[in-house]
């Protein structure tokens, strides 16, 4: 059974950073494309950033470019985001997912974290 853990959500003021962590278990991890989504009250989820199983390949939601990095250690079977420059409106529930689909929507994916919640104050 695989099994999706994040961890580092929080509350951060405008501007600030924050580094969110998904632990993969009972997968082949180093085989899954990984992806993070987020979900805000009253909205759909939406796509924020996607990595290859590789490494190699990379893409980001218009509203992150920039600001928000993605990064994976196989080694670790943990996927990561780098959020810089945080805004109010990038508060929402974060979810982590894997799969073995390249996809942007969400249905692609296989297997999906808890969320973890970020709160960005003004």
């Known amino acids: 059974q695989v099994q999706l853990v994040e961890s580092g959500g929080g509350l951060v003021q405008a501007g600030g950073s924050l580094r969110l962590s998904c632990a993969v278990s009972?997968?082949?991890?180093?085989?899954?494309?990984m992806a993070w989504f987020r979900q805000a009250p009253g909205k759909e989820r939406e796509f924020v950033a996607r990595?290859?199983?590789?490494?190699?390949?990379?893409s980001y939601g218009e509203s992150v470019k920039g600001r928000f990095t993605i990064s994976r250690d196989n080694a670790k079977n943990t996927v990561y985001l780098q959020m810089n420059s945080l805004k109010p409106e990038d508060t929402a529930v974060y979810y982590c997912?894997?799969?073995?689909?390249?996809?942007?929507?969400?249905?692609?994916?296989?297997?999906w974290g808890q969320g973890t919640q970020v709160t960005v104050s003004s």
């Open positions: 997912a894997g799969g073995f689909k390249w996809g942007l929507t969400e249905f692609e994916y296989d297997y």
């Open positions: 009972g997968g082949t991890f180093g085989r899954y494309h």
């Open positions: 990595i290859s199983w590789t490494s190699i390949y990379t």
